[in-house]
């Protein structure tokens, strides 16, 4: 008996035919829909990352409601400017990293956060200041160009002094030319 999938786009018939577990699966899958709001922050987005070196970098604070797609947005970006690999070179390049806000706002836990969204090896036991020192040396050789920080309200819990220590490692020139984003929830 074959069925009438005239009501679907052409590309997505094949998939209703899946079986119902693969169907379900796919049917479940995170998608990207592209709306004018999130359009707008991609595109500010992209400004920031073109912007040139300078002494003050510009920063982005997102803000909205929780499930309002802060996060989804950010992947999206990072699905954008993916690292690569140049082969002539030999040198991986990776524009943008992208981490999550460590539950308490210690300055050891945000570097080993970046290091780890660089691919590098973590060494047990190391002091904060070697520890920042090759957090800046693999930045540089990655030409990482912009850091996202996803809950920043995280430092919230922290105490006054502790919130200090974090914004100012934030405002660290940690990179180059690297600009901070900051993805806080209201
Ligand atoms: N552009 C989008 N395309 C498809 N789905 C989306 C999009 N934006 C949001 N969603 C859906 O909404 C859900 C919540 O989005 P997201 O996790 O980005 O919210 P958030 O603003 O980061 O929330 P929170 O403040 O709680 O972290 C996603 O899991 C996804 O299902
Ligand atoms: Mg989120």
């Known amino acids: 008996m074959s ?3 005239s009501h679907l786009l052409a590309q997505y018939r094949p998939h209703a035919l899946l079986p119902d577990d693969e169907r379900i699966q796919w049917i479940q899958r995170d998608r990207w829909i592209h709306y004018s709001r999130a359009e707008h922050v991609l595109d500010r987005l992209t400004a920031l990352l073109n912007c040139p070196p300078r002494n003050r970098m510009p920063c982005l604070l997102i803000f909205g409601s929780t499930g309002m797609g802060k996060t989804q947005a950010v992947q999206k970006f990072v699905r954008d400017h993916r690292s690569s690999f140049d082969e002539t070179a030999g040198r991986t390049t990776l524009p943008v990293v992208t981490i999550q806000m460590p539950p308490a706002p210690h300055e ?3 570097y080993e956060e970046i290091m780890v969204a660089m691919g590098g090896v973590l060494v047990m036991g190391l002091g904060i200041t070697t520890l920042r020192h090759r957090t800046r040396v693999l930045a540089r050789q990655l030409g990482v160009r912009m850091i996202i920080i996803d809950e920043i309200h995280s430092i919230l819990p922290g105490t006054f002094r502790e ?7 934030i405002r660290f020139p940690l990179y180059a030319s690297a600009r901070t984003m900051r993805n806080r929830l209201s």
Not at 163 to 169: K, S
């Open 3 to 5: 069925v009438d999938l």
């Open 108 to 110: 050891r836990d945000l």
């Open 163 to 169: 919130q200090r220590i974090i914004l100012n490692a």
